[in-house]
């Protein structure tokens, strides 16, 4: 019988395009992979289900089941009370995935990868006594954070919005500032958002491993804490299997900002995204900063651009990100005549590995989303670090902090960077020594990702390595039955 791994990811673009690069090395390897959803549409992120349609479209090799709907399910939205509302959400799809599980031939399911936000499936999966590993999105670090805050406050102590932006201590990433924490961090620590997200975190320790999409020499302290028992005792096994990025998209029909690319010299291009959900939309206000300052610097530019926020911050009106923006309106009277051949202005999206990839492109602007930047570190391109939301700040501290990858945008924490800013920074990362050095950098990083994956890498290795174990876990007194 084919080994089969059921992956379960979670409702995010971010969150679902590494695990789907993750398939197709499961493929490689021999066995057979089967993609379990919560039905795509639960999620406020309309451009979400049309992700899943295409690369499941994409993937004949890997069978797709949608768990069926729920007759009154929550609404997943971007707000404070998301964690509560997604933990709610998976936990009431739990008897579904166990109908599903169960109903697979006994014996037939080697391992479940489980989103490491759903955590809510260890449930079913203990109840059917199959392996589970979590996978997470986000970097060693960020895991290393994660696994200590539960026990970093004690009750009585600061919570950690109090400490503002007094530097907390973890073993293996720099001194982090406890502002820099993701927001559910920041909630009154008697909140049932931070008591929610508080036993997540713990649940984790639960799984038979973590697979994290970073590789090891990227991440050097990070994973070295991760795996010493004396700094973090008691977490399972880490396995750093990254960088999975998606491959670039030949065979597709060209975006006309690759055209444009091509004319340009090399690496003269400033790239500008801030990531794939409405929380990367900047203000009116913002947006005619960074305008001013892109045609301050003098330099090339490929920017993507999104339509503001909503005025009205009403949970029953979801935000819809792919509003197509009026950038006549929104951009500096004459802007896009004054730059017209410099400058390229984008709506909505563009297809990103191929722009990092482009010998044009020589600088990334980029909330620091962990994909966004394995793309831009496995594209060898400097970033500008503009985090936004989620563990984007964390991720901040590492690229300039600890990898030397990226330099820091002032004025994202007080919400608005300034034109002088925008125009400092990338004539900054363009033109000095400083951004050579950057430069050199990432691209030995970059050399380094693209040996991790080959004979004898360290994500080769270490993917070796879980599959092994999973065999070990496998044994037969574990395989599943319904109750």
Same mark, same amino acid.
């Given at each position: 019988?084919?080994?089969?791994?059921?992956?379960?990811?979670?409702?995010?673009?971010?969150? =679902?395009?590494?695990?789907?690069?993750?398939?197709?090395?499961?493929?490689?390897?021999?066995?057979?992979?089967?993609?379990?959803?919560?039905?795509?549409?639960?999620?406020?992120?309309?451009? #979400?289900?049309?992700?899943?349609?295409?690369?499941?479209?994409?993937?004949?090799?890997?069978?797709?089941?949608?768990?069926?709907?729920?007759?009154?399910?929550?609404?997943?939205?971007?707000?404070?009370? =998301?964690?509560?509302?997604?933990?709610?959400?998976?936990? !009431?799809?739990? %008897?579904?995935?166990?109908?599903?599980?169960?109903?697979?031939?006994?014996?037939?399911?080697?391992?479940?990868?489980?989103?490491?936000?759903?955590?809510?499936?260890? +449930?079913?999966?203990? &109840?059917?006594?199959?392996?589970?590993?979590?996978?997470?999105?986000?970097?060693?670090?960020?895991?290393?954070? #994660?696994?200590?805050?539960?026990?970093?406050?004690?009750?009585?102590?600061?919570?950690?919005?109090?400490?503002?932006?007094?530097?907390?201590?973890?073993?293996?990433?720099?001194? /982090?500032?406890?502002?820099?924490?993701?927001?559910?961090?920041?909630?009154?620590?008697?909140?049932?958002?931070?008591?929610?997200? /508080?036993?997540?975190?713990?649940?984790?320790?639960?799984?038979?491993?973590?697979?994290?999409?970073? =590789?090891?020499?990227?991440?050097?302290? @990070?994973?070295?804490?991760?795996?010493?028992?004396?700094?973090?005792?008691?977490?399972?096994?880490?396995?750093?299997?990254?960088?999975?990025?998606? +491959?670039?998209?030949?065979?597709?029909?060209?975006?006309?900002?690759?055209?444009?690319?091509?004319?340009?010299?090399?690496?003269?291009?400033?790239? $500008?995204?801030?990531?794939?959900?409405?929380?990367?939309?900047?203000?009116?206000?913002?947006? &005619?900063?960074? @305008?001013?300052?892109?045609?301050?610097?003098?330099?090339?530019?490929?920017?993507?651009?999104?339509?503001?926020?909503? $005025?009205?911050?009403?949970?029953?009106?979801?935000?819809?990100?792919?509003?197509?923006?009026?950038?006549?309106?929104?951009?500096?009277?004459?802007?896009?005549? !004054?730059?017209?051949?410099?400058?390229?202005?984008?709506?909505?999206?563009?297809?990103?590995?191929?722009?990092?990839? %482009?010998?044009?492109?020589?600088?990334?602007?980029? %909330?620091?989303?962990?994909?966004?930047?394995?793309?831009?570190?496995?594209?060898?391109?400097?970033?500008?670090?503009?985090?936004?939301?989620?563990?984007?700040?964390?991720?901040?501290? =590492?690229?300039?902090?600890?990898?030397?990858?990226?330099?820091? /945008?002032?004025?994202?924490?007080?919400?608005?960077?300034?034109?002088?800013?925008?125009?400092? &920074?990338?004539?900054?990362?363009?033109?000095? @020594?400083?951004?050579?050095?950057?430069?050199?950098?990432?691209?030995?990083?970059?050399?380094?990702?693209?040996?991790?994956?080959?004979?004898?890498?360290?994500?080769?290795?270490?993917?070796?390595?879980?599959?092994?174990?999973?065999?070990?876990? /496998?044994?037969?007194?574990?395989?599943?039955?319904?109750?």
């Amino acid at each position: 019988m084919t080994k089969t791994i059921v992956l379960y990811p979670g409702l995010a673009v971010s969150h =679902f395009v590494p695990m789907m690069q993750l398939a197709d090395v499961l493929l490689e390897e021999g066995y057979a992979v089967t993609v379990v959803l919560i039905d795509p549409a639960m999620k406020e992120d309309i451009a #979400f289900p049309a992700v899943v349609r295409r690369i499941a479209a994409s993937k004949p090799a890997v069978a797709f089941h949608t768990l069926p709907r729920l007759e009154d399910p929550p609404r997943v939205t971007h707000d404070s009370q =998301f964690v509560l509302r997604y933990y709610d959400l998976v936990n !009431r799809y739990n %008897h579904h995935l166990h109908s599903f599980l169960g109903s697979m031939p006994p014996g037939s399911v080697h391992a479940m990868i489980v989103d490491a936000i759903s955590q809510g499936a260890l +449930d079913v999966t203990k &109840k059917l006594g199959i392996p589970v590993y979590m996978f997470f999105a986000a970097n060693a670090s960020t895991l290393a954070v #994660f696994l200590q805050l539960p026990s970093i406050r004690t009750v009585g102590q600061p919570s950690f919005r109090e400490l503002g932006d007094n530097s907390l201590d973890f073993h293996g990433v720099p001194l /982090m500032p406890a502002s820099h924490l993701i927001s559910e961090m920041l909630e009154d620590p008697e909140s049932e958002v931070y008591k929610a997200l /508080m036993d997540g975190l713990r649940r984790i320790l639960e799984a038979e491993g973590v697979l994290v999409n970073t =590789f090891a020499s990227l991440e050097a302290r @990070a994973v070295g804490a991760l795996g010493d028992p004396r700094r973090l005792p008691a977490i399972p096994s880490v396995y750093c299997v990254g960088p999975l990025v998606a +491959d670039a998209g030949e065979g597709k029909e060209k975006h006309k900002c690759l055209a444009w690319l091509d004319e340009q010299p090399e690496r003269s291009v400033v790239y $500008l995204c801030f990531g794939s959900v409405g929380a990367g939309n900047h203000s009116n206000e913002q947006l &005619k900063k960074i @305008a001013v300052g892109l045609e301050q610097s003098g330099h090339r530019f490929l920017w993507v651009v999104r339509a503001p926020p909503p $005025l009205s911050d009403d949970p029953e009106r979801p935000f819809n990100h792919c509003a197509d923006p009026d950038l006549d309106t929104l951009l500096p009277e004459g802007f896009l005549e !004054r730059t017209n051949g410099r400058g390229l202005v984008v709506k909505i999206w563009a297809p990103q590995v191929d722009v990092l990839r %482009h010998r044009a492109t020589g600088a990334f602007v980029t %909330h620091c989303g962990w994909n966004s930047v394995l793309e831009g570190v496995t594209a060898g391109v400097p970033m500008l670090c503009w985090p936004l939301y989620a563990e984007q700040k964390m991720n901040k501290v =590492f690229m300039v902090e600890e990898a030397g990858i990226g330099v820091e /945008m002032v004025g994202w924490q007080e919400g608005l960077v300034e034109a002088e800013e925008v125009e400092a &920074k990338v004539r900054l990362v363009m033109e000095s @020594a400083d951004g050579e050095r950057l430069r050199a950098r990432v691209k030995a990083h970059s050399e380094a990702a693209a040996v991790a994956w080959k004979d004898g890498g360290s994500s080769r290795s270490a993917f070796g390595r879980f599959l092994s174990d999973a065999d070990e876990h /496998m044994t037969p007194e574990r395989t599943h039955v319904l109750d």
